[in-house]
């Protein structure tokens, strides 16, 4: 699929680890100009170091409104145009219904929905601008449909996001922007990686997915490029859930670990 991307510019937040620097890769590669915004400035500055001026970064927290407006301005300005965005930057605090923190909650719910909320806003105010259209892609969770112990906050942002996608593909059809929606099953990034460490719970989640394995980034990132694609040119407002079949099993009791 080299050159699918040849001449378009896209922005990534979460775009230093995980699933976003995976989502990069795959856009440069594919001929893509890249803006990656992140909080992470150390792994953003790495990241540019290695991809050269192909790839432009934007230290942002996606939770602040002029923060999501810079980053999508610095890609306008540095690339001349906007044509994707892929909204994924995410984290849960886990905490209890009864005993977690209010600050807590909010935070994730901030995070995931709030996030995906700004991003979105500012993109497709860019793409209505250049007039070309546009492709808008949000990395919701399984948690969307799935809930988890102790993380309320984060599956019911999640699913906030996927509603919001649908919501966005309407809104902004008429601009011939598209939004749709990813929604990634077990992961190994960075993120997991202290769950994944509890003694029995990487077997426990195993044992509920039928492909036996946790995805690697790559595994989402080429879900989410292809949505964003010309191949998807006639999809908009739909969720595709990227799991290795767990959804049609069931999850891990998780007040067993945490």
């Not at 995070?111 to 892609?137: F, N, Q």
């Amino acid at each position: 699929m080299s050159g699918r991307f040849e001449g378009q510019v896209a922005l990534v937040t979460g775009g230093a680890s995980g699933i976003g620097a995976a989502i990069v890769a795959r856009l440069l590669d594919e001929g893509a100009r890249v803006l990656a915004a992140d909080i992470n400035a150390d792994a953003l500055a790495e990241a540019e170091a290695k991809a050269g001026a192909e790839l432009a970064t934007a230290v942002a927290d996606v939770t602040v409104d002029d923060r999501m407006r810079d980053a999508v301005a610095a890609a306008v300005s540095r690339f001349g145009r906007l044509d994707l965005a892929f909204n994924v930057a995410g984290a849960a605090r886990f905490g209890s219904i009864l005993d977690g923190t209010v600050e807590d909650w909010s935070a994730t719910v901030d995070l995931v929905l709030k996030g995906t909320y700004l991003g979105t806003r500012h993109a497709a105010r860019a793409m209505r601008e250049g007039g070309r259209g546009g492709a808008i892609v949000n990395v919701s969770s399984l948690n969307a449909h799935v809930p988890l112990w102790g993380a309320s906050s984060y599956a019911a942002g999640k699913a906030g996001a996927e509603n919001f996608t649908k919501g966005a593909a309407l809104e902004l059809a008429e601009h011939r922007i598209r939004v749709n929606a990813v929604l990634p099953g077990l992961v190994e990034t960075p993120l997991t990686a202290p769950l994944l460490a509890i003694p029995g719970l990487r077997e426990d989640y195993l044992r509920r997915i039928p492909l036996a394995r946790a995805a690697d980034p790559d595994d989402i990132a080429g879900p989410c490029v292809y949505l964003a694609s010309d191949d998807a040119r006639y999809i908009t407002g739909t969720s595709l859930v990227v799991d290795g079949g767990w959804e049609i099993t069931n999850y891990p009791d998780l007040s067993r670990y945490l």
